[in-house]
């Protein structure tokens, strides 16, 4: 059963544009909300994360919008650059799993110069 | 601080073998948790180490196994190895144990059985 569903599972955009991956969950128990973004040859980094208590956290060029009713996030990137190109992960853990993390299926972004 | 390591980074080896890879965590970093990474079933939850205890497993049969040492560094073994395990082997290492902790990762250890 896949818990979180995540789309698209590929994205082209232009330099300059704005990048959106949308995630959505069906554990009303996950508490914590991470987003990944992983380079050939790497394994996953943290870029960003939320809980539910909050509806948006922006970070430099990165936000997560958080919809706790329609049990759905994105993450925007904004004035996407080549270098974000990268296959970017939702997650989600709650306090009951530990460290557990559940991830998305992963998006490949491009971003074309 | 040196980040996650873990080795060997590659490794071939053949049906019915058996491997064991190596995960240091960062250091003071007491929670491990290994995940595996493949084309078709994306990142999935191996299992989590605290205390040298396991603390949480995924849905993976008893061929896969880990465990964890006094100075937080864990090991994983996959015994008779089967084809599809070929994967990107990837190790987490966290302060303390949930409630939101960042999860850090290391570069992984890509296994390819023939």
């Known amino acids: 059963q896949q818990q979180v569903k995540q789309s698209p599972q590929s994205l082209i955009v232009q330099k300059g544009g704005i990048s959106i991956i949308n995630c959505a969950y069906e554990n009303t128990a996950f508490d914590y909300f991470p987003w990944y973004q992983q380079f050939p040859g790497k394994g996953p980094a943290l870029l960003i994360a939320?809980?539910?208590?909050?509806s948006e956290k922006k970070e430099g060029r990165f936000t997560i919008s958080f919809n706790k009713s329609a049990k759905q996030f994105s993450l925007h990137i904004m004035d996407s650059q080549p270098g974000d190109s990268a296959t970017y992960f939702c997650a989600a853990s709650s306090k009951s799993s530990g460290d557990k993390l559940t991830f998305g299926t992963g998006t490949r972004l491009a971003v074309r110069p | 601080k040196a980040g996650v390591t873990q080795t060997p980074r590659y490794l071939i080896k053949t049906r019915g073998q058996q491997v064991t890879l190596s995960c240091s965590p960062i250091s003071g970093h007491r929670s491990v948790s290994w995940y595996q990474q493949t084309p078709g079933q994306g990142l999935q939850f191996l299992f989590e180490y605290f205390s040298e205890t396991q603390r949480n497993k995924g849905n993976f049969p008893g061929r896969f196994s880990g465990r964890q040492f006094s100075n937080s560094r864990s090991e994983m073994n996959v015994s008779t190895l089967e084809l599809g395990d070929s994967a990107l082997y990837l190790c987490?290492?966290?302060?303390?144990?949930?409630?939101?902790?960042?999860?850090?990762f290391g570069p992984g250890t890509r296994l390819l059985v023939l």
């Open positions: 987490a290492s966290s302060l303390w144990r949930g409630e939101g902790e960042t999860q850090y």
């Open positions: 939320i809980r539910p208590d909050v």
